[in-house]
């Protein structure tokens, strides 16, 4: 069976965009990564149902000016490299996360750098406008990374339809209420310990908790999640690199198995994927770290029945693919150094 995914990059070295990889489940490997269109940066890319993809990107004018936003190709069609149906740029700079709800048809975005979190509304003819636009605010936290400004990296909708926001600059998880025209109504915010650097969030609906990821702190964190008062609360925090680590590390992206039995953590840095088990309670504790076999491993994801997971090395240009045992939960390395350059994100194509 061939399964297809869409990478996100940076394009500061040799990439040019969005490219297409593919996935042989029979022959267990990696294969025929295809160009899908230009733009600068598309770090993170988003699907909706109908097979439109939105990629990040930015636009510089002739002054050095940076102005960011994102694409939106028909993912239906394969003549590629793909142009643009609509683009949006209306933000200071690029965002750093994209997601869409496919029943409200809205887009989200997440400015790192910017510091806003917007909402955008999809017309029947795919066209978008903006629809919502906050701030986030609150005390930054001490290390470096967080001193010039909120930071918020991640935005998606919990289980039960809220929005979730992670700030890494203040170390807040921000809820918010949502209607379908795309307003945000803030609901709960929760405050990290200073300088956890939150980065990602995955969520488990069935143990009512979510596995929150601290890039500058290299910790997973255990929140119980009260559906009912829309609140998260700590639980409990691990470590996701060796104790004795004492080089730079940037925790990355969290996915959660299928079944809740496993959560997982890329380490840029240590370059490893740390794998725990996660009890019926959703305690974690950790059962391996494997190497990604490349240079700065940002983002990863499970194959369609969880049975492979593909790991993108940014710095290396490169991918690796596990093979993953379900009952324990660990990953046995099948491939490396295939070609990616510049890789970021990885979306399973719909």
């Keep these: ?30 294969q025929n990564l295809t160009f899908v269109g230009s733009a600068i940066d598309p770090t993170y890319v988003a699907e909706s149902s109908r097979k439109r993809i939105y990629a990040i990107t930015k636009v ?15 993912g239906n069609r394969d003549d590629f490299p793909l142009k643009p149906i609509d683009t949006v740029h209306d933000q200071e700079t690029s965002p750093a996360y994209i997601a869409v709800d496919e029943a409200r048809r809205l887009v989200f975005t997440a400015n790192y750098h910017a510091g806003i979190v917007c909402t955008y509304k999809i017309a029947e003819d795919g066209t978008i406008s903006l629809a919502d636009r ?56 929760l405050q990290m310990e200073d300088g956890y650097g939150p980065r ?10 979510a596995y929150l990821v601290g ?50 953590v890329s380490n840029r840095g240590n370059n490893s994927i740390a794998v725990f088990s996660s009890d019926d309670n959703g305690d974690v504790q950790l059962v391996q770290r494997i190497s990604t076999e490349g240079d700065f491993p940002r983002d990863f994801n499970f194959s369609d029945d969880e049975s492979f997971v593909i790991c ?3 710095n290396s240009d490169n991918a690796t693919l596990y093979t993953r045992d379900a009952e324990s939960g660990k990953l046995t390395m099948i491939q490396k150094d295939f070609a990616v350059p510049e890789g970021v994100s990885i979306l399973r194509k719909k």
Aim: aromatic residues 8%; hydrophobic residues 30%.
């Design 60 to 74: 510089k004018d002739d002054k050095g000016g940076v102005t960011g936003g994102f694409h939106e190709w028909d």
């Design 312 to 314: 993108l090395n940014q």
């Design 134 to 189: 906050v701030m986030d605010k609150g005390t930054l936290g001490f290390r470096a990374e967080q001193q010039d400004g909120p930071h918020p990296h991640f935005v998606n909708l919990t289980p039960d339809n809220r929005v979730v926001a992670v700030d890494l600059g203040v170390d807040k998880v921000y809820l918010y209420d949502l209607n379908d025209a795309g307003k945000l109504t803030p609901h709960s915010e």
């Design 1 to 30: 069976m061939i399964e297809k995914y869409l990478i996100g990059t940076y394009t500061r070295r040799i990439s040019k965009g969005v490219y297409q990889l593919e996935l042989d489940t029979d022959n267990q490997k990696l």
């Design 200 to 209: 990602h969030i995955a969520f488990d609906q069935k143990k009512h908790v």
């Design 215 to 264: 890039e500058l702190s290299s910790n997973l964190a255990v929140l119980d999640y009260d559906s009912t008062k829309g609140e998260l609360k700590v639980r409990t925090i691990s470590s996701t690199i060796p104790d004795d680590w004492t080089e730079h590390n940037g925790a990355a992206a969290v996915r959660v198995s299928k079944d809740g039995r496993f959560v997982y």
